[in-house]
């Protein structure tokens, strides 16, 4: 059982920069893949970046990429999200998620991962 814990989330003018960090507990950390969504009011959770156990590889969403960096740490239990050049569009709740995959498909799907964080909010203004 893992279990995630999000921090970093704020409040940020657009073109401003933040850094999400979700800390991992509970099992082998560096056999996980993991993955960062997010939610905003009256949406559906949305597929942000992902990494594989390793971190040799890594997937962004389309709106995403080129702003956002997924990294993590294993020898720290913590994957970030580096977030710069921020829209207001990137306003939402932003989950961190962790799975056990080594195959690096369906990375992008909410169903595919086993374990969830309780989500840190990022506020952008315009």
């Known amino acids: 059982q893992v279990q995630l814990v999000e921090s970093g989330g704020g409040s940020v003018q657009a073109g401003g920069s933040l850094r999400l960090s979700c800390a991992a507990s509970?099992?082998?950390?560096?056999?996980?893949?993991m993955g960062w969504f997010r939610q905003a009011p009256g949406k559906e959770r949305e597929f942000v970046a992902a990494?594989?156990?390793?971190?040799?590889?890594?997937y962004y969403a389309d709106s995403v990429k080129g702003r956002f960096t997924i990294s993590r740490d294993n020898a720290k239990n913590t994957v970030y999200l580096q977030m710069n050049s921020l829209k207001p569009e990137d306003t939402a709740a932003y989950y961190c998620?962790?799975?056990?995959?080594?195959?690096?498909?369906?990375?992008?799907?909410?169903?595919?991962?086993?374990?969830w964080g309780q989500g840190t909010q990022v506020t952008v203004s315009s």
């Open positions: 998620a962790a799975r056990r995959d080594y195959s690096g498909s369906y990375y992008y799907l909410t169903g595919a991962y086993a374990y």
């Open positions: 990494i594989s156990w390793g971190g040799g590889n890594t």
């Open positions: 509970g099992g082998t950390f560096s056999s996980y893949a």
